[in-house]
């Protein structure tokens, strides 16, 4: 079991909507609120600020003003299971071999930088996806590129960066795939990277304390739970093998300003008991917020 961290107040917490899905959006900024998280890691989706129904900037505004009630602030995530595909998981993505259905993400990728530039959020949150099978990785780069163009084009006039999350099993697989992906498109300023410490964990080969140090100069949003080694599940803290005061002595370091936002996707059954549980680990009792 890994070790609880010393007091972390230079790091602002936030806790990630795809792990709080049986409550209502209110509920949930409420909960975080009532709990001293300084965030939220909102994910569009069908529960939480839908991106396909109507009236979506009315919405938005709504969700705005009830996070500046509460004093949260935001980062926008795209994970969606379903959103765009009631019947793929994910799907379809940058990388798809239709370039309608590539389209279909990019679009929502770009609404997604306006959501989070009405809601005066940090970072818009994407992944690759997974390469279709029988696509050689040159070609799939390439559909990346081009499908990510767009929605940089917009980032930029957002001012929102975008932080694309290297994913297990993905095109974007490891901080050496981002490299790879922002030397291809000439390293734009709106393209930065979301790091998860437990894919850190899982597959780098560093340990995540240094991957940290490693991706400073690209980390726009950041993604925490416990993992174990090789193995791609998302854990409470304490259920894995990440020693955690070094990971956030590291991220405190970085002089990172952005929310660190609890990833629990599959624990929505147990979300509010799990969010209260994440903070007291995080930032134990008697300790400042941010």
Known sequence: MSPAPAPAPHLRLGYGTNGLTDLR???ALALLA???YDGVG????HMHLDPLAPDLAARTARVARRLGELGLTATV?????????????HGPSLLDPDPDARAAR?????TAVRVAADLGAHAVHCFSGITPPGTDPDTAFKRLE???????????????????EPEPGHLVEALADFHHLRTCLGNPAPLG?????????????LPPADCIREAAPWLRHVQIEDMRRGVHEHLPFGDGEIDFPPVLDALAATGYQGLTVVELPRHS????????ASIEFLRPKGAPAS
């Open 25 to 27: 959006l209110d509920d």
């Open 34 to 36: 009532d709990l001293g």
């Open 42 to 45: 909102l994910t569009l989706d």
């Open 77 to 89: 995530e795209t994970g969606a299971r379903y959103v765009l595909d009631p019947r793929r998981k």
């Open 106 to 110: 990019t679009r929502l990728l770009i």
């Open 146 to 164: 081009e499908a990510l163009l767009p929605v940089l084009d917009a980032a930029a006039t957002a001012g929102v960066p975008v932080a694309i």
């Open 193 to 205: 990277l979301t790091l998860d410490i437990g894919h850190c964990q899982c597959l780098e080969p």
């Open 269 to 276: 059954h147990a979300g509010p008991e799990l969010a209260r």
